[in-house]
Nanobody, 124 residues
Framework: QVQLVESGGGLVQAGGSLRLSCAASGRTFSTYWMAWFRQAPGKEREFVAAISGSGESTYYADSVKGRFTISRDNAKNTVYLQMDSLKPEDTAVYYC?????????????????WGQGTQVTVSS
């Protein structure tokens, strides 16, 4: 069983930055794919970014490419999402997710473990 706890959300003005963190339990963190998804009110949950266990492979949604950066520190069992140049449309609850092996990184159905989410609000 893997437990995920997100932190770092908050209110920021458009153009600002936030860094989200997701702390994971367990001894085999480095063997799990980690991802960030988000869900805005009235919308479906959508893929944001994913990173392989080693950190060598990263994937991003087109909507955040060039503005967001996913990274991980396996020594700290933590994955991060650095969000720069934030836009009002980035407003959502952001969720951390993990999966041992993955075929489609952008599919939320692939992931076994989820955090409780952290709210990000970007004001215009």
């Amino acid at each position: 069983q893997v437990q995920l706890v997100e932190s770092g959300g908050g209110l920021v003005q458009a153009g600002g930055s936030l860094r989200l963190s997701c702390a994971a339990s367990g001894r085999t963190f480095s063997t799990y794919w980690m991802a960030w998804f988000r869900q805005a009110p009235g919308k479906e949950r959508e893929f944001v970014a994913a990173i392989s266990g080693s950190g060598e492979s990263t994937y991003y949604a087109d909507s955040v490419k060039g503005r967001f950066t996913i990274s991980r520190d396996n020594a700290k069992n933590t994955v991060y999402l650095q969000m720069d140049s934030l836009k009002p449309e980035d407003t959502a609850v952001y969720y951390c997710a993990s999966k041992k092996t993955i075929l489609i990184v952008s599919s939320s159905a692939q992931y076994d473990y989820w955090g409780q989410g952290t709210q990000v609000t970007v004001s215009s």
